[in-house]
């Protein structure tokens, strides 16, 4: 922090996270909390400036939320960046129920699978099965504490049903990709009473009809967890400064400002599982 009003004068200097979202105070979601679920939506990086900047104005909505989080000490910047994503994470599994007896069915082997197989690790899990429909994701994220490994083919299905015979199905199924496929197959794949994080958003082209039927059949437990809440993320900067999570992987796409096109097309093609971008000084 370079500058502040004197009633924060005590943020100067030092390294803080952001939480992107800026809630408004005013709609029914603020009125009780759920400051990520501002019906203004406003955040950081989309409808106020600050994506990819040097400097970044923080709006007065943020310091009264407590959306600024001191860095601890001990966690470097390339680090500490992950905040956000871990903070989302740690939401997302804070509503599922994972226990030494469960199987957890990870969709997804991007950046978020990647932390949620990590997260479902420290919780205990029973057994993981991570699954990306790219081989090249499941190659990325080799560093994960998966089990099991699965390319989401033709055979997925059937794999997923032998390994988990037992139950049924997989006790936890979080959605990590966001593709109405991956939706309708992990309703599938969740053993009865088993428990589901719809925790990918869908494009609006991929927003299309949902069979809710296996969902009543097997009475199934859905939850949906969407960004990142204040006491998340000083949860994840805790997690984070602990060392516990094995945050490499995220951190080998890291380049100067410059490279930002190539990296994001990089990203694109799924070449990288994580860019980040250095600024200046
Ligand atoms: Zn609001």
């Known amino acids: 922090v370079e500058t502040a009003p004197e009633e924060h004068a005590h943020l100067i200097g030092r390294r803080v996270v952001l939480m992107p979202d800026v809630p408004c105070y005013k709609c029914p979601q603020c009125l009780q909390g759920n400051y990520n679920l501002c019906d203004v939506g406003r955040s950081i990086g989309w409808e106020l400036p600050g994506g990819f900047a040097e400097d970044v104005a923080v709006p007065p909505e943020t310091l009264k939320a407590g959306g600024l989080a001191y860095v601890p000490d001990a966690l470097p910047d390339q680090e500490a960046v992950l905040a956000e994503p871990v903070a989302c994470a740690l939401r997302g599994q804070d509503a599922l129920s994972i226990g030494p007896a469960d199987t957890v069915l990870i969709v997804g082997a991007g950046p978020m699978g990647y932390l949620h197989t990590c997260l479902a690790r420290l919780r205990g899990a029973g057994r993981i099965i991570l699954s990306d429909l790219l081989a090249r994701r499941l190659e990325q994220t080799r560093e994960a504490p ?35 496929d991956a939706q309708r197959t992990a309703v599938r794949l969740a053993a009865k009473r088993g428990q589901v994080n719809f925790y990918a958003s869908l494009p609006a082209d991929e927003a299309g009809r949902f ?9 199934l437990r859905i ?3 969407r ?34 096109p190539s990296l994001l097309a990089r990203f694109d093609r799924a070449d990288v599982l994580k860019p980040t971008v250095r600024l200046a000084g």
């Not at 699965?150 to 997989?170: I, N, P, Q, S, Y």
């Not at 069979?211 to 009475?219: F, G, K, V, W, Y």
């Not at 000083?234 to 602990?242: E, I, K, N, R, V």
């Open 146 to 180: 998966a089990d099991i490994r699965l390319v989401v083919d033709d055979r997925f299905e059937t794999t997923v049903k032998d390994l988990t015979r037992a139950r049924g199905g997989a006790d936890v199924v979080i959605i990590a990709a966001a593709t109405a």
């Open 211 to 219: 069979d809710s039927n296996p969902i009543h059949a097997r009475e």
């Open 223 to 225: 939850v949906a967890t």
């Open 227 to 260: 960004d990142a809440t204040v006491p998340a993320l000083h949860a994840a900067l805790d997690l984070l400064a602990s060392r516990r999570l094995p945050v490499g992987p995220l951190m080998k796409a890291m380049e100067p400002f410059d490279a930002l």
